[in-house]
């Protein structure tokens, strides 16, 4: 969906060249004084209050009926006039009363709302004398901040679901003091606030249509480490944004004016990210990165608009423990890997001769590794604390008696990151044949990836698609037919070893073709699987999915039909070219009893990023009928 | 300066309950987290459970009166699986973050890992050691070493 929207979405702000500022400063300040609250604040072009910046400051956007102007903000106290929240002159005309009342303290308008003031006062030429504020000073002395870092975790290994990614903005203290330490720094984020009973259904209706409040946070680095990359296994991307001192603060003054301040949130547009590219677009007025979200806001699109915008200065990548993991196993010698699975076994102690006959560095590195991997697994994998804490223990008091080695390297950064893999808006053409009548397709997707995609900056055997649309136009009888209809479709390949044990899994529904003996209806379906995957080589794996589908349609005779069924094939994925093989099998039970069984051959060859030709063919046998489908076209990301 | 990052961690961790009474309780190492399978949808969807906190049990604030070891005691507690760690192997960001909060001196880093290194089985000796426990045996052991002992005067 990256850069689609900017081919609809027409500028819904105007701008006011910056130049006006100071020439139009002293007009409007004469009619502050001469008309006191009733004035129109108004410049010779343009009402101050439509001045885009004051919109963005207060979240103004367009009402969706009619004219005027909404605010996102869902908290009276975010707002100074009654009417604020609808009215930006309203709002206007009681900020600025409110911040000329004589008078000092927390709870004056000028240290609730700092950023507004500081805006109003620089814009209108207003006496500029410092509110004392001790709240608000304390507040940002504590956060002392010299830059400020967008992070976005990763998707996670085995979880197609966290592809979108998740975003949070972390407070940089001043770099050249020997004092001050990233981990302690300070991470500003938005988030669902969640009742922690709610199921995940209402989470998911209440997330999609409204009724959870949004809260900023204000949490140490270390415990978002905590949480996605010690145990959600996310790799963190770190953007430093090159927003100097006076935007920092400016940012800032604006987070401690939302800071305690509802507003609603929506997984799919008002969502973490958004909130954050509001906070960049007020540090720096004429960004303007909320008018690239059309419908939704995929956080990793987010970080593309961001850097598109000339926005980061440097990058740094943080590796998640499972990531680390799996790294320094990989850099072992195979016979220490099995040494190093012994131990975490409990087959071999960690004070054992066989351990101690290797080289001090050998051991360090053996017992390194070990240890991580048996917290990885006590986490992911829940091994009991009786048997991993005092082995835990044993290794570590092993490895403190190593004096001189330094742990291994970390894993290496990779070489394409997740905001430079393919954009994720699809769009296909193709033409092909089934049982030799012609079509040509069209396919829609919105987002997200599947595993034949160009693989760069994505997870391999990862996918994830929502609501594609096929739609084929058959030649010979001229007729348009929808082929298929994507709700949801999870697919997740990741490779067993002698260390690690993921299952594979797939999930999805929608609606599509199904053949009933005689025609091919449209028919809601629900499938899933469960299996495994091994990897041969670096990039190859071989799948074998157990899998389980279910279709709803008049036609059929019960009116629905189950089938167990198999899916066993091979995936080999690559910067040039990705590809797919196997044999499927499902066997119908409720309707009619009957087998369809399939051979499948799925390829596509990388342009770029940009584009891929594919070209897939499928035979099958199904009511005792031998037939083939064959296409080939064009794929185009967005 | 340390004022400043100790005040940081505090506000970081305001939602600990402060008043805990009794010393060298904390955390527990390695006694696993709860809630360690993400909800599926909290993860596309980036929304926050209530749970999502994990066991952040009191410090050790009743017993130390230094604002530094409180907030190495306060950074223990939910760290010390990975102090630990980077403890025993002598180098690593979370022995880097307890020497900040410390305080302790470029000059002395290098003092300063080794020492906790060579006694990491004194600072925890078993498996059912608490943060607060690890807390006060680094400080008992820091008080004894020449060059160090400043960094946790009372």
């Known amino acids: ?638 | 300066m340390k004022k400043l990052i100790a005040g940081a961690i505090l506000l970081g961790a305001s939602s600990m309950a402060f008043a805990q009474p009794g010393c060298g309780v904390g955390a527990m190492i390695w006694k696993g987290q709860s809630g360690v399978a993400p909800h599926v949808l909290a993860a596309t969807t980036n929304g926050t459970f209530g749970n999502q906190t994990f066991g952040m049990t009191s410090g050790t604030l009743g017993c130390q009166t230094n604002e530094s070891v409180q907030s190495m005691a306060m950074y223990m507690d939910s760290n010390i699986d990975k102090v630990a760690r980077d403890m025993s192997r002598g180098n690593g960001e979370n022995l880097e973050t307890l020497a900040v909060l410390l305080g302790v001196e470029e000059a002395d880093r290098g003092a300063f890992r080794d020492v906790l290194q060579d006694n990491f089985a004194a600072i925890f000796p078993s498996s059912e050691t608490t943060s607060g426990e690890a807390v006060d045996a680094i400080v008992a052991l820091l008080e004894k070493n020449e060059s160090l002992s400043k960094y946790v005067a009372a």
């Not at chain 1, 001043?174 to 991470?187: G, I, M, V, Y």
């Not at chain 1, 070219?577 to 596509?604: E, P």
Request: with cysteine; proline share 6%; hydrophobic share 35%.
């Open chain 1, 1 to 638: 969906m990256a850069r689609f929207p900017r081919f609809i979405t027409f500028d819904r702000k105007s701008h006011l060249p910056m130049s006006n500022t100071l020439r139009i400063g002293p007009a409007v300040l004469w009619l502050i004084i001469s008309l006191p609250l009733q004035a129109q604040v108004q410049t010779a072009d343009k009402p101050l209050h439509l001045d885009p910046a004051w919109l963005t400051l207060i979240h103004y956007q367009p009402s969706r009926l009619g004219g005027g102007y909404t605010s996102q903000a869902d908290d009276p106290a975010f707002f100074l006039s009654e009417s604020g929240k609808t009215s930006p002159k309203a709002e206007l005309e009681a900020t600025l009363d409110a911040i000329q009342r004589p008078g000092n303290g927390n709870e004056h308008a000028r240290c609730r709302f700092p950023a507004r003031d500081a805006w109003l006062r620089e814009r209108l030429d207003l006496p500029a004398k410092t509110a004392d504020c001790p709240g608000y000073q304390e507040w940002t002395e504590t956060l002392n901040t010299e830059s400020v870092t967008l992070v976005f975790a990763a998707s996670y290994l085995n979880s197609p679901s966290s592809m979108f990614g998740h975003t949070f903005l972390r407070l940089d203290p001043p770099q050249e003091d020997e004092q001050t330490n990233l981990l302690l720094a300070n991470t500003i984020s938005y988030a669902a606030d969640a009742a922690a009973h709610d199921s995940e259904l209402l989470f998911a209706y209440r997330g999609i249509f409204g009724g959870y409040p949004g809260i900023t946070t204000v949490q140490p680095y270390y415990e978002k480490i905590r949480l996605y990359s010690d145990i959600e296994h996310r790799d963190l991307w770190e953007y430093t944004l090159n927003l100097d001192q006076q935007e920092v603060d400016f940012m800032l003054a604006h987070a401690w004016e939302i800071r305690d301040r509802n507003f609603d949130y929506y997984f799919f547009d008002e969502n973490c990210a958004y909130r954050l590219l509001a906070l960049i677009d007020i540090a720096r007025p004429g960004t303007n990165l909320l008018d690239e979200v059309s419908t939704h806001a995929i956080p990793s699109d987010t970080v593309r608009w961001v850097i598109d915008k000339d926005l980061v200065s440097k990058v740094h990548y943080r590796p998640s423990a499972a990531t680390s993991v799996a790294h320094n196993l990989s850099t072992l010698s195979s016979s220490h890997q099995t040494l190093a699975a012994a131990i975490a076994n409990g087959y071999v102690k960690p004070d054992s001769d066989e351990v101690l006959a290797l080289s001090p560095q050998e051991r360090a590195h053996v017992l390194d590794a070990t240890y991580d991997y048996v917290r990885y697994q006590s986490e992911a994998d829940s091994w009991p604390r009786e048997m991993a804490a005092p082995l835990s223990h044993n290794l570590l008091r092993e490895r403190s008696k190593i004096d001189g080695v330094a742990p291994r390297e970390e894993p290496p950064e990779p070489e394409v990151r997740d905001d430079q893999g393919h954009d994720t808006f699809r769009i296909s053409l193709g033409a092909g044949q089934l049982a030799h009548r012609e079509f040509t397709q069209l396919t829609f997707r919105p987002a997200y990836h599947d595993i034949l995609d160009p693989p760069a900056g994505y997870r391999s055997g990862a996918q994830l698609q929502f609501l594609r649309v096929d739609a084929r136009y058959y030649t010979d009888n001229d007729e348009l037919q929808l082929e298929q209809l994507t709700g949801v479709e999870i697919r997740s390949l990741s490779p067993r070893n002698a260390f690690f044990s993921p299952l594979s899994w797939q999930v999805g529904f929608g609606g599509r073709r199904t053949d009933t003996g005689d025609k091919r209806v449209l028919a809601p379906y629900l499938e899933g699987g469960a299996g495994g995957s091994w990897s041969l080589g670096q990039q190859t794996q071989a799948f074998a999915i157990a899998t389980a589908d279910l279709e709803i349609d008049d036609d059929l005779r019960r009116g629905y039909d189950a089938a167990p069924g198999a899916d066993i094939g091979l995936l080999h994925q690559n910067n040039r070219f990705s590809l797919t093989a196997g044999a499927k099998t499902k066997a119908w039970i409720v309707s009619s009893q009957h087998r369809q069984d399939q051979v499948y051959a799925k390829g596509n060859w990388h342009i770029g990023r940009e584009f891929s030709l594919f070209a897939e063919f499928t035979r099958e046998d199904h009511y005792d009928r031998y037939q083939s489908t064959w296409q080939a076209g064009l794929h185009a990301y967005f």
